[in-house]
């Protein structure tokens, strides 16, 4: 039985999607792998939410500079055309609408297109938001990239998110390894199901109702 | 690769509309992008609200548009001085209506729809008439106004040096406003001396980060308001 | 008859009241006089709000330059350890109560501090309003030098301003011709008198009650 | 001659007072000031109120500081990262408190402290538990919730090159939050790599006016966080 896309497979269906010259902010883990594949003939900037606008593929260990990190506070380094500012001038570009288009992981994304990853509302848990609720509510275009169920099989793609909300009604569109997922005003919409899944496996691994591909 | 460079300023502002909001750099005579502002002229666009600190001085740029009828509404801070005189005639006449903004408060309204801030409060007005009809609250035990953004449909700017991101460095006190109307415009229009190689600017240098700015073109020579003025220039 | 201090002289006695390593901004007129009568020993830095911090002299004609104006649309110089920067810094520096003093020329100051100087309130004016009302609410200390008196021998220091208002109680300081006063709880108080100058003289041209000198 | 310089780290954070408000630079260890914060750790100010992006990493720099247990808040956006130990102990032995701030709020905040602006509306947190007591306002359709300006007495920060007069500039991501700590804080103390004369800087490539900052101190060779971590070293 197919499994669907591997992680970079994902993170290049969800490249294809990107229009030339785009403004791209990427969050931690697979999404951070559209880097390495964006489309013959377009150009991609990223913008990193510590102060970078033009971040480049991360140095040899032996170039590392200890002053130039991006917000997963790892090294990285910059391209031609780059600018550093600070941190308010940061999040006006993202508050203020100017990315065009952020990809992001998740634990649960609903069918209205709330998104939860920044806490499981354990009661123990030290709740870290970071920038995430400035990227939902500022970018244009939130994408997730994430698993189609948890490790344990719960689908993470579901109604109503149980986990505390990062944002309402934000994410327009999702890339899993069984399929591209719109939200729509119905509700989940497959757009693309990955090769050798059917639109029956994708149902039963959801958590809310999905409409099949058009 | 990305490429914000326009043939000409005429191409720059071809897509300018009727009606629209446009913000223009500048302070005075400092930063204002004669060229593109003649290209307007030229263009024709009407009934187009300005958003600049002033209004204009001789019969040249800014003050050259609003005598050409093209204009219907000025937001600025200070419609008059010594060399302004075709907006306070037209105004006198009733042909133009004007919205009177203090300074800090029309820089950090432009900043504000630039950042996505739809609002904030401000001492400045508190207790004058320009607070009249304005929300105001107390916080700490002072009074402060509440006071919108301000955004654009477009912004007409001048700069130093421009790389084809559009990252951009300014002279001396030519900056004032224009860094500001970058962010708040849907698009950003901007005229530069020098036009470099992506990577030419150092990236501590950048004032306006490429995000910002939609279109640039090269004006090597510009003219400056004062030099036409004193020379008793006209457009067209 | 003494007509007290001369426009240099009322500069002079302003500058020195302002402490060393000041942030001074300094209205159109008279104020910018100061500049000429720092005392021995102390050193200002002047903010012109259209950008600039470390403003130095006006140039000498054949080495202006057309990008470096203050905000009075005059050409000037920078002084060593100058930075420029946009209007929303600036005026931050302004509003942000950044700025050690700022000393402006009136029309009208009420015994409460209300100062009026940027509209007649005249049905055909076109009102100008520029950085005024920012300054008079940020700065921490706002001087006025004025004559004490119009062209015409009106009182310009009143019980109520008649024009429309920069700002309400925001004045400490007045500079005149005739003397300098303080605006206290109590209303305007005298703090020293030009030479040749009466308490009684003062009293006469003040459109308010006023306070002899302690 | 005006001369912010101050003869030492010590010196430097000599007045820092128990119970004050202060604000440490730095987004993880890129730019973090570690020489001022364990000035401030010998110094021995307690009950502190800390503002940073995040809590501090291993046992050095502002986890050490958190450590000595002068720190009895911690204002911040993300307290816990791999090499995170010292805060999120201390939280969950319910000894130190948390107020949690989206990234883009602290900053906005700061700035707004800097900039006298007492309150401002963002989108951020809408719609989700941060958002919990706080006023809600809609503007053109939107929901917007409102913030406070965020204010300190003390702020701490590592800058690459400083002169006499204040002035500053940063190194590449070091920069982040230090030029908004800058404007809020009452005091601000900085730390440079380099101090050069006033004039030394160009005035186009300032980012910090001298006009924000209060002491400056030269630390030549500074240890960077990272390699403290790396060296498993811990202070005191």
């Known amino acids: 039985m197919s499994t669907g896309w591997t992680r970079e497979q994902m993170a290049a269906r969800a490249a294809l999607d990107i229009p030339d010259g785009s403004y791209v902010n990427l969050g931690i883990g697979i999404p951070e792998l559209v880097t390495q594949f964006v489309p013959e003939g377009r150009e991609f900037i990223y913008h990193t939410e510590n102060g970078l606008l033009g971040m480049g593929p991360p140095p040899a260990e032996d170039e590392r500079d200890l002053d130039l990190m991006n917000a997963g506070k790892k090294y990285v380094t910059t391209v031609p055309g780059a600018s550093y500012f600070h941190h308010a001038d940061s999040f006006s570009m993202i508050r203020g609408g100017h990315i065009d288009v952020c990809v992001l992981g998740t634990m649960q994304v609903a069918a209205n297109g709330d998104i939860a990853n920044w806490s499981t509302g354990a009661p123990d848990a030290i709740p870290a938001v970071g920038g995430a609720m400035d990227l939902v509510q500022g970018v244009r275009n939130i994408y997730v990239i994430t698993q189609h169920t948890t490790k344990t099989g719960e689908p993470k793609l579901v109604e109503k998110c149980s986990y505390p909300l990062t944002g309402p009604g934000v994410v327009s569109r999702i890339y899993t390894n069984l399929a591209v997922i719109d939200v729509t005003p119905d509700g989940f919409q497959v757009v693309e199901l990955a090769p050798g899944i059917t639109f029956e496996e994708v149902e039963k691994s959801t958590g809310a109702t999905i409409l099949p591909a058009k | ?236």
């Open chain 2, 1 to 236: 690769m990305i490429n914000k460079k326009s043939p000409s300023v005429a191409a720059a502002v071809e897509d300018v509309f009727d009606g629209a909001v446009v913000m223009v750099g500048g302070f005075g005579a400092s930063g204002s992008p004669i060229e593109l502002i003649h290209a307007l002229i030229d263009q024709g666009a009407k009934d187009l609200t300005l958003i600049n600190n002033n209004t204009g001085n001789g019969e040249v740029g800014l003050a050259a548009l609003i005598a050409n009828g093209q204009v219907s509404k000025m937001i600025c801070s200070f419609p008059r001085s010594s060399q302004s005189r075709v907006f306070p005639k037209l105004y006198r006449e009733g042909k133009i209506e004007l919205e009177l903004v203090p300074q800090g408060t029309l820089a950090e309204r432009i900043r504000a729809a630039g950042a996505g801030i739809p609002a904030f409060y401000t001492p400045t007005t508190v207790g004058t008439v320009l607070a009249e009809g304005k929300e105001q609250r107390e916080f700490n035990g002072r009074s402060y106004v509440m006071e919108p953004w301000l955004e654009a449909d477009f912004a007409l700017v001048k700069c130093e040096v421009a790389d084809p991101l559009g990252n951009l460095t300014y002279n001396k006190t030519a900056r004032n406003f224009s860094p500001l109307m970058c962010m708040a415009a849907t698009t950003t229009i901007v005229q530069t001396k020098h036009l470099v190689a992506a990577g030419d600017i150092d990236p501590e240098h950048v004032i306006t980060p490429g995000i910002f700015v939609n279109r640039v073109v090269e004006v090597a020579d510009p003219v400056h308001e004062d030099t036409l003025i004193a020379e008793g220039a006209s457009y067209p």
